[in-house]
Nanobody, 122 residues
Framework: QVQLVESGGGLVQAGGSLRLSCAAS????????MAWYRQVPGKQRELVAD???????NYGDSVKGRFTISRDNAKKLVYLQMNSLKPEDTAVYYC????????????????WGQGTQVTVSS
């Protein structure tokens, strides 16, 4: 029942902005670290940004100064604000989270969203 669903992807011109959202739903007891990854066909999936349950943030070098990750624990949401977008940011962006469910409190499992396409044109 636990799932992550991304939204907010689309087509934008270079220099523009997009905000991605990821909603966690289901019988969730708690959420640990949350993260955004991205992947281009034929290339390895890479970490864009992650944020711990305590608010500690890490960014990939290619997005530092341009992207901002944030979370709303009450709403079970994680966001990725993307500014000054470049064509090389084009990828499928995936939400990732460590979640403890009510039906299995002893285990924290890692979940992936279905991905949302971000295309930056030049």
């Amino acid at each position: 029942q636990v799932q992550l669903v991304e939204s907010g992807g689309g087509l934008v011109q270079a220099g523009g902005s997009l905000r991605l959202s990821c909603a966690a739903s289901g019988s969730i007891f708690s959420i640990g670290a949350m993260a955004w990854y991205r992947q281009v066909p034929g290339k390895q999936r890479e970490l864009v940004a992650d944020i711990t349950s305590g608010g500690t943030i890490n960014y990939g070098d290619s997005v530092k100064g341009r992207f901002t990750i944030s979370r709303d624990n009450a709403k079970k949401l994680v966001y990725l604000q993307m500014n000054s977008l470049k064509p090389e940011d084009t990828a499928v962006y995936y939400c990732n989270a460590d979640i403890r469910a009510f039906n299995n409190l002893a285990t924290m499992r890692n979940y992936w969203g279905q991905g949302t396409q971000v295309t930056v044109s030049s």
